[in-house]
């Protein structure tokens, strides 16, 4: 079989659950001897960091040539454990039979994914779906059933039989799917959507920061050492979390954050993530000195501050005497001398509107990645 998802393992997905070798009720055990199933799991499990990644579409491919003999589709596709699944929720869902007795189901489908009908044909590598969290799910994964006559296989118990090219143990491979930098402690629902990489700090803003390393891990094993490093742009250390693990961590999201000084010092800040001494993640933040306008803290007063400083939390109307206000308060925002007179008196369409004049100017925006 080729492996029934696209993008990169390790990177893009990974699994988080292989099936259920321990048939005793009440115990379970992956094909490992591992804590990477429960019990009664009889499928891969594999899992996006995030509904941010669902959204990118993220494709589910047929593993083998056969025909679809199942296709469900226009099931809700957000279930999380801020918002359950009801009990029997289907789910989107495909399964295709191979002949010889083998079958393959891709389960918890994005809603309207769906591609192929009941009697298609389809060869391996072929789009089936894409990702979702529909049915039976807490997050976005694809839960990837092998049966033969009815029965329930793990295949990786005989990789080189059943893969062209098997997948290394997710235990052996600590890493991250998506890290990143936040001003605050992330939410549940945060972490289910996607937390967003928080990426300058100004100086003036004073004591009391918070700077958050969070991260979508996997494949931590009990007894890890672990090590979170907060480095100074001079390279000298700030603050160095470390500790032994006991219980390790299959997938799922760990943060660790500090208290930046009162007058943190100007530059790149770097935090390094390490299990027993690989590095794992590298985040940086950028400790600036405002400029008055920069609303969003990125060097340069443009379109994006203009907007943030217009409409507040919420859209409004813009206006001729808004965009006025905005170039006798901060003068020289030059990214708009070009498209001053093309902003309306009025606006009747807020949403037009703010397209506009963020088309207007985006190219002109200076963007910095930390």
Known sequence: ????????????????????????????????????TYDGHDALDIGLAHFRKMDEGVTVLAAAPGTVVTAMDGAFDRWAPSNPNPPGEIGNLVVIDH?????????????DSV???????????????LVGSSGGSTGPHLHFAVYQNGNPVETYKNPDQWWYDPLPYTGDVPGVLDSG???????????????????????????????????YLYGISAGSEISFQFLRPNGSQYANYQ??????LTVGFWNIGVDLPSSPDLGVWNVNFRVNGELISNK??????????????????DGEDFLSWQRGDSPVALSRQDFDDWQETYGTATPYSAVS???????????????????LVRRQLVTREV
Request: charged share 15%; aromatic share 10%; glycine share 14%.
């Open 243 to 248: 500790w032994t693990d006991e219980n390790g």
């Open 341 to 359: 007179t093309q902003i309306p008196e009025v606006s009747s369409s807020t949403l037009i509107l703010i397209g506009i004049l963020t088309s």
């Open 115 to 129: 591609s192929v009908q009941v009697g298609d044909s389809v060869i391996a590598g072929q789009q089936v779906g």
């Open 99 to 111: 002949g010889g007795g083998i079958r393959t189901t891709y389960a918890h489908l994005k809603k």
């Open 1 to 36: 079989m080729v492996f029934p998802l696209g993008g990169t393992a390790f990177e893009d997905w990974v699994i988080g659950n292989y099936n259920d070798v321990d048939t005793r009720p009440i115990a379970d055990s992956d094909y490992r001897g591992g804590n990477y």
């Open 181 to 215: 930098i936040a001003n605050h402690w992330p939410t549940q629902t945060e972490v289910e959507a996607g937390v967003h990489h928080q990426g300058i700090y100004s100086v003036e803003d004073g004591s009391g920061q918070l700077a958050v390393m969070w991260n």
């Open 284 to 301: 940086s933040f950028l400790v600036v000195e405002p400029i008055p306008g920069d609303f969003d803290l990125d060097g340069d007063v």
